[in-house]
Structures are given as structure tokens and as C-alpha cells.
């Protein structure tokens, strides 16, 4: 299985783990709004960029997850320290789920930079734009054969 294979796998496994990070984090610490819909929307992010990528990787698609997942990187981020912030500003008295939530934070900061890595390009050329050699030299000769037949 290629790695940008793996990574939208891996992106279909930890979008709903995203997801519920930001939820978890509306229930116990109560935060505004849009400190958890950032958390809804790079989770919907992935999922739709790792179903392109199943679907055929292409170099567009490939670049799209790879996006993807820098948007959940840069999301659980923001959401790692300040769920490490306020997990601290409990001091002695923080429960079990804030505890829970700061370490699931890290976790999933991670788990979006192995993703990351895992969908950029690897040491092949891209083709932007232009078919593969192989792909290439099949369409000319159909359009050889077809010119021939007309």
C-alpha cells in the first residue's frame, strides 16, 4: 500500500477522533464557539480529502489531503496547548477529564503530523498536468488506431 494510501486511512481513523476532541472540549471546559467548530470542520476536511484519495491517488487529490492534514495539525495545535493550559490552571483539582482531553490533544498533534508526512510526495517526480509515461504512450497509439480506422 503506498503512504499516501496509509495516510487517508489514517485520516478516515482520526477525523472522528478530531471531532470528538472538540466536542470533548465544549463539555468539560465550556470554550467559545469557535475553538471547537474548527475542530468539526478540519475533521470534515479530512474525511472528504481521504475519500478522494481512496478513490484514485492522484497527484491533485494527494495534495488535497496533504492540505488537509495540515489544517488538522495547525487545528490540534492551538487545541494540544490549550488544553495543556487550562488542564495546569486546574492545578490539583482538575478531573479526570481534563486530564484525559490534554493527553488525547497530544496524541492526535502527533498522529496529524504522521499523517502529514506520510501524504506529501514521495522521491518519484509529480506529474502536474501530464500523464505518466506509460498512460502517455497508450492514449497516442489509441488515438494512432483511431485516426487509422477514420
Known sequence: MESR?????LGLVAAPLVAALGLGMMLVHQVWWPRWFDNIVSAALLVSAAMLVIKGATST???????????????????????????????????????????????????AITGLVQSLPTTRKPFVGTMPPEEELRERNR????????
Open 61 to 111: 487529490r494527494a495534495r488535497i489531503l496533504s492540505a488537509a492534514w495540515g489544517v488538522a495539525a495547525a487545528v490540534l495545535w492551538g487545541d494540544a496547548f490549550r488544553l495543556l493550559e487550562a488542564r495546569n490552571a486546574l492545578g490539583e483539582s482538575a478531573t479526570i477529564p481534563a486530564d484525559i482531553l490534554a493527553g488525547a490533544g497530544g496524541l492526535l498533534l502527533a498522529l
Open 5 to 9: 494510501t496509509r495516510s487517508a486511512w
Open 143 to 150: 488515438v494512432r488506431q483511431r485516426a487509422r480506422m477514420d
